[in-house]
């Protein structure tokens, strides 16, 4: 399993228990899914990560 793939199965997981009649622990799940996609996001446009010129890289030292 890659990276790709245990990123989706951690997300149908964190689904399921979205589903949850506890709100915070919605809440949080939601938060989790938020950050998977990023992550899925991240993965899918790898020449946009900081550190490969990207507009959101943070300024050099000093700057």
Avoid: K, T, W
């Amino acid at each position: 399993m890659n990276d790709r793939e245990a990123l989706l199965a951690m997300r149908r997981h964190a689904e399921a228990l979205a589903c949850s009649e506890d709100p915070l622990l919605a809440g949080a799940v939601a938060q989790i899914v938020g950050i998977i996609d990023g992550l899925l996001l991240a993965s899918a446009f790898p020449e946009q990560a900081p550190g490969n010129g990207h507009a959101f890289e943070p300024p050099p030292e000093g700057g």
